[in-house]
């Protein structure tokens, strides 16, 4: 499995634009690049994926490096509530039908 | 969106116990599901991939015969931890696919916390 690199953490005020990176230089062509976050005690839950084009939904936005060597999660404006731990990982599927492995992801904190 | 529901959510039990967790998909139908396990400060570790009517795929180094996964409905799945010890204390999370959905994400349950004494 390709895999991907991220900080360990970032922090972030309120409102503030939060952009949270992510190398993959191993990525194959056929690799989708998928975003979830964890919150404290919680299951993981979906904020984006994509392929080569940016993506845009209400949670986030997803900025893909035209060699896909990279890409960035973008909140555009962090609220407390976005405290939580950001995982972005390859699979070569465009939905879940692929099992997802896990890096250690990117703790955000977020201050008021 | 799609649901996915686990129970229970948090069990302590005593050493050589077994715990049976279910995770079932409310509104949709999974015919696979993945099982998850992390301990604190750590990533999301897969175990198993459950699938529907047959016998469950187990990721290197994860016992089968600790770890018994039953996929018996397209709704539930359940994960037994067999004579459980406290190194088996974590938390567990399971998670499945939903088909119609749009946007090809993996919906995760809320996760059950097992705790060995």
């Known amino acids: 499995d390709a895999k991907t690199t991220q900080p360990n953490s970032m922090e972030s005020n309120e409102e503030e634009p939060v952009h949270l990176p992510c190398n993959h230089s191993t990525i194959s062509g056929t690799d989708y690049i998928h975003w979830y976050r964890q919150l404290p005690s919680q299951g993981p839950e979906y904020v984006i994926h994509?392929?080569?084009s940016n993506v845009n939904n209400r949670m986030a936005s997803l900025a893909i490096a035209e060699d896909r060597k990279s890409s960035t999660l973008i909140l555009h404006r962090a609220t407390l509530r976005d405290a939580a731990v950001y995982y972005c990982i390859l699979s070569p599927f465009p939905g879940g039908y692929n099992k997802l492995i896990f890096g250690a992801g990117t703790r955000l904190a977020v201050h008021p | 969106g799609a649901v996915v529901s686990q129970h229970p959510s948090w069990v302590i039990c005593k050493s050589g116990t077994s715990v049976k967790i279910e995770c079932r998909s409310l509104?949709?139908?999974?015919?696979?599901m993945f099982w998850y396990r992390q301990f604190p400060k750590q990533s999301l570790m897969l175990m198993a991939t459950s699938n529907e009517g047959s016998k469950a795929t187990y990721e290197q180094g994860v016992e089968k015969d600790k770890f018994l996964i039953n996929h018996a409905s397209l709704t539930l799945s359940t994960l037994t931890v067999t004579s459980a010890h406290p190194e088996d204390s974590s938390f567990y999370i399971c998670?499945?696919?939903?088909?119609?959905?749009?946007?090809?994400?993996?919906?995760f349950g809320e996760g059950s916390r097992l705790t060995v004494l």
């Open positions: 998670s499945a696919p939903e088909a119609r959905s749009n946007t090809g994400e993996l919906f």
């Open positions: 994509g392929l080569t």
């Open positions: 509104d949709f139908q999974a015919t696979t």
